[in-house]
């Protein structure tokens, strides 16, 4: 039995759209209600969200047997933090701060087994090969593995197409805050000049062939990004949406009294 087929990965190819949500809050019921809500991905997020392995574990097992694709966030694109998450049946992995091509080949070499990488053989001892019942999970697993750089940094906008060109990397993502903090628009992200610096960058992949994706809670936005080339597409977070439904829901039921 080979590894399972990712299908982030394969749509990303096909050059059609993903669109998902991000999850920081680290509770298996809210990952649940989002893989079932009609997104194409659900991205745990172990950089700024509070999510340790175990918790990835839970909310991966909360989303199983729904729609929606798991991606996990690392927090760093260090090999043993990507072994795990890997190891855990993770097939989307996002990578920030990345911005040189010889990082990103460093975080393609993590997520491969070799001879294309360098990923330790222990997948049989867990979630990922469903522990030993997928039998030919090292041998097939490299073709399903899907990596997701984002670049966030002047550096990595100068190396934006020698990024992309890495064999492995699926998906170069902006980074759309910290790009603009690093730039100098920490507080005024809405700038025109660094509205066209991230356009421009969304064409930029897109012109390389690989995916292009970024985050934003617009959606007055995501036609036009769709339309510059992303196709790895953020419409949102958990923990927005659910500060903001129940400062509502205080804020209309108050309005109701006396």
């Known amino acids: 039995m080979p590894a399972p087929r990712n299908p982030i990965k394969h749509a990303l190819s096909e050059g059609r759209l993903q669109m998902g949500c991000w999850l920081d809050l680290g509770h298996p ?3 649940s209600i ?5 997104f194409d991905w659900c991205l745990i997020d172990a950089e700024h969200g509070p999510n340790t392995l175990d918790m990835i574990h839970a909310q991966l097992n909360a989303m199983q047997g729904f729609d929606a694709a798991p991606v996990v966030r690392v927090a760093w694109g ?13 097939q989307t992995i996002m990578v920030p701060m990345v911005d040189t091509p010889e990082q990103a080949a460093a975080v393609v070499a993590a997520c491969k087994y070799p001879p294309e990488g360098i990923r330790g053989r222990g997948a049989m001892l867990g979630r990922a090969t469903n ?3 997928i039998t030919d999970y090292d041998s097939t697993a490299n073709d399903e593995i899907c990596v997701i750089v984002q670049i966030e940094t002047a550096t ?4 934006l197409e020698a ?3 890495v064999p492995g990397v699926d998906c170069v993502f902006v980074g759309p805050a910290d790009l603009s903090a690093n730039l100098g628009f920490r507080d005024n992200g809405d700038d025109p000049e660094i509205v066209e610096i991230i356009e421009t960058a969304i064409r930029r992949i897109a012109a390389t062939g690989k995916a292009a994706g970024i985050i934003h809670y617009d959606s007055d936005l995501y ?12 419409v949102g977070a958990d923990a927005t949406t659910v500060a903001a439904a129940i400062r509502e829901l205080a804020t209309t039921a108050r309005a109701t009294l006396t």
Do not use: M
Not at 156 to 159: S, T
């Open 34 to 38: 989002a893989a079932s809500a009609g």
């Open 131 to 133: 522990y030993a019942a």
């Open 163 to 165: 990024i992309a060109a």
């Open 29 to 31: 019921p809210i990952a």
């Open 223 to 234: 036609p036009r990004f769709q339309e510059l080339g992303a196709r790895f597409l953020g």
């Open 78 to 90: 260090e090999d043993w933090i990507l072994k795990r998450v890997l190891d855990l049946g993770v």
């Open 156 to 159: 990595a906008l100068e190396n």
